[in-house]
Protein backbone atom coordinates (compact mmCIF):
# COMPACT_ATOMS: atom_id res chain seq x y z
CA UNK A 1 0.00 0.00 0.00
CA UNK A 2 1.12 3.39 -1.16
CA UNK A 3 0.76 6.44 1.64
CA UNK A 4 0.67 10.09 1.72
CA UNK A 5 1.02 12.88 4.38
CA UNK A 6 -0.77 15.74 3.04
CA UNK A 7 -0.03 18.35 6.17
CA UNK A 8 3.97 18.82 6.44
CA UNK A 9 5.64 22.22 6.98
CA UNK A 10 9.85 23.13 6.12
CA UNK A 11 11.85 26.35 7.64
CA UNK A 12 10.08 28.02 4.67
CA UNK A 13 7.58 28.47 7.36
CA UNK A 14 7.39 27.38 10.81
CA UNK A 15 8.83 24.20 10.80
CA UNK A 16 12.52 23.16 12.12
CA UNK A 17 13.04 21.00 9.39
CA UNK A 18 14.89 21.85 5.98
CA UNK A 19 13.38 20.19 2.58
CA UNK A 20 16.21 17.51 2.93
CA UNK A 21 15.52 16.30 6.28
CA UNK A 22 11.60 16.44 5.53
CA UNK A 23 12.27 14.11 2.71
CA UNK A 24 14.34 11.45 4.62
CA UNK A 25 11.87 11.52 7.38
CA UNK A 26 9.52 10.64 5.00
CA UNK A 27 12.04 7.70 3.33
CA UNK A 28 11.96 6.87 6.59
CA UNK A 29 8.44 6.68 7.48
CA UNK A 30 7.48 4.56 4.40
CA UNK A 31 5.85 7.30 2.96
CA UNK A 32 5.08 7.59 -1.01
CA UNK A 33 4.44 10.94 -0.98
CA UNK A 34 4.22 13.73 0.94
CA UNK A 35 2.27 17.97 0.84
CA UNK A 36 4.48 20.90 1.30
CA UNK A 37 2.10 22.82 3.51
CA UNK A 38 4.33 25.83 4.19
CA UNK A 39 1.94 29.00 5.97
CA UNK A 40 1.62 31.65 2.67
CA UNK A 41 4.57 30.36 1.18
CA UNK A 42 5.56 28.03 -1.79
CA UNK A 43 9.21 28.66 -1.48
CA UNK A 44 9.71 25.12 0.33
CA UNK A 45 7.84 23.27 -2.63
CA UNK A 46 11.33 23.38 -5.08
CA UNK A 47 14.00 22.43 -2.44
CA UNK A 48 11.64 19.97 -1.63
CA UNK A 49 10.97 18.14 -5.52
CA UNK A 50 14.75 18.36 -5.60
CA UNK A 51 15.52 16.76 -2.46
CA UNK A 52 13.49 13.86 -3.61
CA UNK A 53 14.67 13.02 -6.86
CA UNK A 54 16.75 10.04 -5.56
CA UNK A 55 14.43 8.69 -3.29
CA UNK A 56 11.37 8.18 -5.21
CA UNK A 57 9.21 10.26 -3.04
CA UNK A 58 6.48 12.67 -5.15
CA UNK A 59 6.27 16.18 -3.30
CA UNK A 60 2.67 17.33 -4.09
CA UNK A 61 3.00 21.26 -4.08
CA UNK A 62 0.83 22.85 -1.62
CA UNK A 63 0.10 25.73 0.93
CA UNK A 64 -2.05 27.21 4.12
CA UNK A 65 -3.06 30.39 4.34
CA UNK A 66 -4.55 31.64 7.91
CA UNK A 67 -7.65 33.52 6.80
CA UNK A 68 -10.08 34.95 9.55
CA UNK A 69 -13.95 35.08 10.49
CA UNK A 70 -14.73 37.86 13.45
CA UNK A 71 -14.36 35.34 15.77
CA UNK A 72 -12.60 32.50 14.75
CA UNK A 73 -8.72 31.50 12.66
CA UNK A 74 -9.84 29.15 9.71
CA UNK A 75 -6.84 27.20 7.75
CA UNK A 76 -7.57 26.50 4.50
CA UNK A 77 -4.94 24.52 2.36
CA UNK A 78 -4.47 25.13 -1.59
CA UNK A 79 -2.96 21.55 -3.18
CA UNK A 80 -2.22 21.62 -6.99
CA UNK A 81 -2.05 25.12 -7.44
CA UNK A 82 -0.04 26.85 -10.42
CA UNK A 83 2.12 28.44 -7.57
CA UNK A 84 4.49 30.24 -9.86
CA UNK A 85 1.84 32.47 -10.83
CA UNK A 86 2.97 36.06 -10.65
CA UNK A 87 0.12 37.71 -8.73
CA UNK A 88 0.04 35.01 -6.59
CA UNK A 89 3.62 35.29 -5.45
CA UNK A 90 3.40 39.08 -5.23
CA UNK A 91 0.26 38.65 -2.88
CA UNK A 92 2.39 35.80 -0.46
CA UNK A 93 5.35 38.34 -0.59
CA UNK A 94 3.23 41.13 0.71
CA UNK A 95 1.28 39.20 3.56
CA UNK A 96 4.74 37.68 4.60
CA UNK A 97 6.00 41.32 4.78
CA UNK A 98 3.07 41.87 6.66
CA UNK A 99 3.80 39.09 9.10
CA UNK A 100 7.19 41.53 10.13
CA UNK A 101 5.05 44.16 11.34
CA UNK A 102 3.07 42.30 13.56
CA UNK A 103 5.39 40.19 15.13
CA UNK A 104 6.39 43.74 16.12
CA UNK A 105 2.97 44.80 17.53
CA UNK A 106 3.18 41.29 19.62
CA UNK A 107 6.51 41.98 20.92
CA UNK A 108 5.63 45.31 22.47
CA UNK A 109 2.91 43.79 23.77
CA UNK A 110 4.67 40.91 25.32
CA UNK A 111 7.58 43.23 26.45
CA UNK A 112 5.03 45.33 28.75
CA UNK A 113 4.05 42.18 30.34
CA UNK A 114 7.15 41.49 31.17
CA UNK A 115 8.05 38.84 28.45
CA UNK A 116 11.49 40.39 27.46
CA UNK A 117 11.98 39.08 23.52
CA UNK A 118 13.19 40.98 20.92
CA UNK A 119 12.35 40.94 17.04
CA UNK A 120 15.49 40.38 15.80
CA UNK A 121 16.11 37.20 18.14
CA UNK A 122 12.15 35.67 16.42
CA UNK A 123 13.34 36.77 13.20
CA UNK A 124 17.01 34.85 13.64
CA UNK A 125 14.69 31.71 14.96
CA UNK A 126 12.51 31.91 11.71
CA UNK A 127 15.60 32.28 9.89
CA UNK A 128 14.21 31.94 6.04
CA UNK A 129 10.86 31.34 6.73
CA UNK A 130 7.65 32.90 6.80
CA UNK A 131 7.62 34.40 10.72
CA UNK A 132 5.13 33.05 12.93
CA UNK A 133 3.71 33.01 16.06
CA UNK A 134 5.67 29.28 16.71
CA UNK A 135 8.74 31.05 15.75
CA UNK A 136 7.94 33.76 18.67
CA UNK A 137 6.88 31.13 20.86
CA UNK A 138 10.05 29.48 21.01
CA UNK A 139 11.53 32.61 21.29
CA UNK A 140 9.49 33.26 24.67
CA UNK A 141 10.39 29.77 26.17
CA UNK A 142 13.98 30.78 25.53
CA UNK A 143 13.01 33.24 27.82
CA UNK A 144 12.51 30.91 30.59
CA UNK A 145 9.38 32.91 31.43
CA UNK A 146 6.78 30.63 30.14
CA UNK A 147 7.05 26.40 30.64
CA UNK A 148 5.61 25.22 27.59
CA UNK A 149 5.41 26.63 23.98
CA UNK A 150 1.73 25.98 24.58
CA UNK A 151 1.79 27.90 27.18
CA UNK A 152 2.78 30.98 25.15
CA UNK A 153 -0.50 30.05 23.27
CA UNK A 154 -2.69 29.23 25.83
CA UNK A 155 -1.56 32.67 28.22
CA UNK A 156 -0.16 35.23 25.41
CA UNK A 157 -0.59 34.80 21.79
CA UNK A 158 -3.05 32.16 20.91
CA UNK A 159 -6.04 33.48 18.85
CA UNK A 160 -7.76 36.52 20.95
CA UNK A 161 -5.33 36.55 23.54
CA UNK A 162 -3.81 39.57 25.52
CA UNK A 163 -0.91 39.50 23.07
CA UNK A 164 -2.19 38.09 19.93
CA UNK A 165 -2.49 40.75 16.70
CA UNK A 166 -3.91 39.32 13.88
CA UNK A 167 -1.81 39.89 10.50
CA UNK A 168 -3.12 41.00 7.07
CA UNK A 169 -4.58 38.14 5.52
CA UNK A 170 -7.00 36.81 2.82
CA UNK A 171 -10.53 36.90 4.12
CA UNK A 172 -12.39 33.17 3.55
CA UNK A 173 -13.69 33.89 0.41
CA UNK A 174 -10.68 35.33 -1.62
CA UNK A 175 -8.31 32.46 -0.13
CA UNK A 176 -10.62 29.98 -1.92
CA UNK A 177 -11.02 32.16 -4.70
CA UNK A 178 -6.94 32.32 -4.56
CA UNK A 179 -6.67 28.75 -4.75
CA UNK A 180 -9.01 28.01 -7.54
CA UNK A 181 -7.76 30.35 -9.70
CA UNK A 182 -4.40 28.88 -10.01
CA UNK A 183 -6.03 25.68 -10.56
CA UNK A 184 -5.77 23.92 -6.80
CA UNK A 185 -8.49 22.25 -4.63
CA UNK A 186 -9.29 23.86 -1.54
CA UNK A 187 -9.32 21.81 1.73
CA UNK A 188 -10.26 22.33 5.24
CA UNK A 189 -7.72 22.02 7.44
CA UNK A 190 -8.17 20.53 10.91
CA UNK A 191 -11.60 21.74 11.71
CA UNK A 192 -11.93 20.69 14.75
CA UNK A 193 -9.30 23.51 15.99
CA UNK A 194 -11.91 26.57 14.29
CA UNK A 195 -14.75 24.53 16.37
CA UNK A 196 -17.34 26.14 13.88
CA UNK A 197 -18.28 23.28 11.82
CA UNK A 198 -21.49 26.22 11.16
CA UNK A 199 -19.15 28.29 9.13
CA UNK A 200 -18.40 24.95 6.51
CA UNK A 201 -21.32 25.45 4.32
CA UNK A 202 -20.35 29.32 3.83
CA UNK A 203 -16.78 27.71 2.56
CA UNK A 204 -18.14 24.92 0.60
CA UNK A 205 -20.18 27.85 -1.45
CA UNK A 206 -16.99 29.94 -2.42
CA UNK A 207 -15.46 26.90 -3.52
CA UNK A 208 -14.24 24.41 -0.66
CA UNK A 209 -13.50 20.75 -1.73
CA UNK A 210 -12.29 18.88 0.87
CA UNK A 211 -11.76 18.65 4.49
CA UNK A 212 -8.80 17.29 6.56
CA UNK A 213 -10.77 14.40 8.52
CA UNK A 214 -7.30 13.17 9.49
CA UNK A 215 -4.97 15.69 11.71
CA UNK A 216 -2.65 15.19 14.90
CA UNK A 217 -5.28 17.08 16.73
CA UNK A 218 -8.13 15.11 15.76
CA UNK A 219 -9.24 12.05 18.02
CA UNK A 220 -10.76 8.99 16.75
CA UNK A 221 -14.02 10.68 17.77
CA UNK A 222 -13.29 13.68 16.04
CA UNK A 223 -12.29 12.30 12.49
CA UNK A 224 -15.47 10.07 12.47
CA UNK A 225 -17.71 13.26 13.02
CA UNK A 226 -15.66 15.31 10.19
CA UNK A 227 -15.60 11.74 7.64
CA UNK A 228 -19.53 12.08 8.25
CA UNK A 229 -19.93 15.52 7.69
CA UNK A 230 -17.50 15.53 4.59
CA UNK A 231 -19.69 12.40 3.19
CA UNK A 232 -22.70 14.29 3.61
CA UNK A 233 -21.46 17.75 1.62
CA UNK A 234 -19.83 15.38 -0.80
CA UNK A 235 -16.43 16.47 0.09
CA UNK A 236 -12.64 14.88 -0.74
CA UNK A 237 -11.74 13.34 2.81
CA UNK A 238 -8.06 14.32 2.90
CA UNK A 239 -5.27 13.71 5.76
CA UNK A 240 -1.74 14.80 7.56
CA UNK A 241 0.36 15.07 9.90
CA UNK A 242 0.56 19.26 10.25
CA UNK A 243 4.39 18.31 10.82
CA UNK A 244 6.18 21.09 12.32
CA UNK A 245 9.78 19.08 12.67
CA UNK A 246 11.02 19.57 15.76
CA UNK A 247 9.03 23.20 16.34
CA UNK A 248 6.00 21.53 18.32
CA UNK A 249 8.29 19.24 20.16
CA UNK A 250 8.44 16.26 18.70
CA UNK A 251 8.58 15.06 15.03
CA UNK A 252 5.04 13.87 13.63
CA UNK A 253 5.51 13.37 9.94
CA UNK A 254 4.13 10.47 8.78
CA UNK A 255 1.99 9.89 12.09
CA UNK A 256 -1.16 10.70 10.36
CA UNK A 257 -1.74 9.01 6.65
CA UNK A 258 -4.13 8.85 3.93
CA UNK A 259 -4.03 5.96 1.20
CA UNK A 260 -2.39 7.45 -1.99
CA UNK A 261 -6.21 7.00 -3.63
CA UNK A 262 -6.78 10.62 -1.79
CA UNK A 263 -3.81 11.79 -3.78
CA UNK A 264 -5.68 10.66 -7.05
CA UNK A 265 -8.83 12.18 -5.95
CA UNK A 266 -7.21 15.26 -5.26
CA UNK A 267 -5.50 15.15 -8.95
CA UNK A 268 -8.41 14.37 -10.81
CA UNK A 269 -10.92 17.42 -8.53
CA UNK A 270 -7.51 19.97 -9.59
CA UNK A 271 -8.33 18.29 -13.27
CA UNK A 272 -12.23 19.46 -13.04
CA UNK A 273 -10.93 22.87 -11.26
CA UNK A 274 -9.09 23.67 -13.74
CA UNK A 275 -11.15 22.74 -16.71
CA UNK A 276 -13.69 25.10 -15.12
CA UNK A 277 -11.52 27.81 -14.88
CA UNK A 278 -10.00 26.86 -18.38
CA UNK A 279 -6.62 26.68 -17.25
CA UNK A 280 -4.36 24.11 -18.91
CA UNK A 281 -3.34 21.19 -17.07
P1 LIG B 1 0.66 32.39 12.58
O1 LIG B 1 0.65 31.89 11.17
O2 LIG B 1 1.80 33.29 12.88
O3 LIG B 1 -0.66 32.98 12.99
O4 LIG B 1 0.91 31.12 13.49
C1 LIG B 1 0.16 29.98 13.27
C2 LIG B 1 0.88 28.79 13.85
O5 LIG B 1 0.95 28.93 15.27
C3 LIG B 1 0.09 27.50 13.62
O6 LIG B 1 0.44 26.87 12.46
C4 LIG B 1 0.54 26.69 14.77
O7 LIG B 1 1.83 26.20 14.45
C5 LIG B 1 0.69 27.69 15.88
N1 LIG B 1 -0.52 27.86 16.73
C6 LIG B 1 -1.53 28.75 16.55
N2 LIG B 1 -2.43 28.67 17.55
C7 LIG B 1 -1.96 27.72 18.39
C8 LIG B 1 -2.44 27.17 19.62
N3 LIG B 1 -3.54 27.62 20.22
N4 LIG B 1 -1.70 26.19 20.17
C9 LIG B 1 -0.54 25.75 19.61
N5 LIG B 1 -0.05 26.23 18.45
C10 LIG B 1 -0.75 27.19 17.85
FE1 LIG C 1 2.47 26.34 11.77
FE1 LIG D 1 -2.90 25.02 10.49
ZN1 LIG E 1 -0.15 23.48 9.26
Not at 32 to 51: F, L, N, Q
Not at 218 to 235: C, I, M, N, R, T
Not at 251 to 269: A, C, D, N
Request: proline content about 4%; aromatic content about 8%; hydrophobic content about 40%.
Amino acid sequence: MKYADLHVHTFYSDSTFSPEEVVACAKDKGLSAVAICDHDSTEGIEPCIRAARQLNIEIIPGIEFTVEKSDVEIHILGYFMDYKTDWLQKKLAAIRKARIERLSKMVSKLNDKGIPVKVADVLSIAGKGTVGRLHLAQTMFRTKKIRTIQEAFDKYIGFMKPCYVANVRFSPQEAIGAILKTGGVPVLAHPHIMGRDEYIPDLINYGLRGIEVYHTDHKPSVAKHYEALAKDFGLLITGGSDCHGLGKGRVLLGGVRVPYTVVEKLKEEAQRIRKEQNRPS
